[in-house]
């Protein structure tokens, strides 16, 4: 089959990392899915079991996601265990060396003698290659990729700094091809490293895939030209978007674990009328919100389609759960096949 009909799509979360490979000769219900454990899950785990046997650890690889490693390396130091790591795996755990040096991790340049290597990185080709090929299945040339990227800052929140780039999204017209990037933005550092290791992949936000992919849904697809709001609940965080046609005109950010049925509610209101502030989500430890001053707000943007591996938090507000190709896990790589289509990387 022609290298332009095939594809392989993950969508790198939290929790998991979905995966598809898009062959345009089939119908997408017999293309090759597979659910496994997240790069940064799989790294947390081998953490876990060095600290239950008291083993050092030395981190070294590629800059990645951090949540449960981070959480595990922390611990791994509370039991009184070194953890070394390389420059560029080290900004797994902080942008800024100071501050991961303050945990007590030891940045070193080669391995310690009697520590556990831990290879990091958010995409493992060779052991996805190896499962494949047992079931004589071989990689496509062509990938499209999510992390969720905060971009890399020194100084400041982190929390601020990723939602600036949302905020000047929208204002520079929120079109959500210009999600997708093919050159990644030199502050994406965590883009950038997966783009070094699998080389000419498309990148995208986890929250811009699901995005996308709520739209295979063709419930969802119908409301495009009238507006509606999309929710994406992650393992991690929660999106919600005003979207019209291509363009987002607003958006929140927050975290899954401070959100709940009422607060998800309410802020959904609150940006279909325009009233969601920055400073309230912000002020409540989420990334933040904006809705673009020419936004129009006219009544519209009725419909609300939930997404995401917590989507039950929006079981009982009356809101469509989206279900594109009738497989909500795989929402993101959807999307990113979706997005690479529009960009002519694949049929």
Not at 117 to 139: H, Y
Not at 173 to 194: F, Q, W
Request: glycine content about 10%; charged content about 20%; hydrophobic content about 40%.
């Amino acid at each position: 089959m022609s290298e332009s009909k095939r594809i392989l799509a993950i969508d790198a979360g939290a929790g998991t990392q979905d995966i598809l490979l898009y062959e345009s000769d089939k119908t997408i219900e017999n293309c090759v899915k597979m659910v496994l454990p997240s790069q940064t899950t799989i790294v947390a785990g081998r953490v876990r079991q060095a600290t239950a046997h008291g083993e050092d650890v030395f981190l070294t690889g590629n800059l990645m996601g951090g949540g449960p490693s981070v959480s595990a390396i922390k611990k791994h130091l509370k039991a009184g265990l070194a953890v070394y790591a390389t420059p560029l795996a080290a900004k797994t755990i902080r942008d800024n060396p100071l501050e991961v040096e303050a945990l007590g991790v030891q940045i070193v340049e080669e391995a310690p003698a009697e520590a556990l290597t831990i290879r990091t990185g958010d995409v493992d080709l060779p052991a996805l290659s190896s499962a494949l090929a047992l079931f004589d299945v071989e990689l496509p040339q062509r990938y499209a990729i999510t992390v969720q990227d905060h971009g890399e800052t020194l100084e400041g929140s982190q929390r601020r700094f990723r939602f600036q780039q949302w905020e000047r999204f929208v204002e520079q017209g929120g079109h959500i091809v210009e999600l997708a990037y093919l050159e990644v933005p030199a502050h994406l550092t965590r883009m950038k490293a997966v783009q070094t290791d699998v080389p000419g992949a498309m990148l995208m936000d986890t929250g811009s895939a699901a995005i996308w992919g709520a739209l295979c849904d063709e419930n969802v697809a119908v409301h495009r030209g009238d507006g509606l709001i999309v929710v994406n609940v992650g393992n991690q965080h929660t999106v919600g978007v005003l979207l019209r046609g291509e363009r987002v005109w607003g958006l929140f950010e927050h975290h899954t674990v401070l959100m709940n049925p009422g607060k998800l509610a309410a802020h959904v209101e609150s940006l279909r009328e325009g009233t969601l502030t920055n400073d309230e989500v912000y002020g409540d430890n989420g990334h933040g919100a904006c809705v673009h001053p020419d936004y129009p707000g006219d009544g519209t943007f009725r419909f609300v389609a939930v997404t995401g591996p917590n989507r039950g938090m929006a079981a009982d507000l009356g809101y469509y759960m989206a279900v594109p190709h009738g497989d909500m896990m795989m929402t993101g790589a959807f999307g990113l096949v979706a997005a690479a289509r529009r960009l002519g990387l694949v049929e």
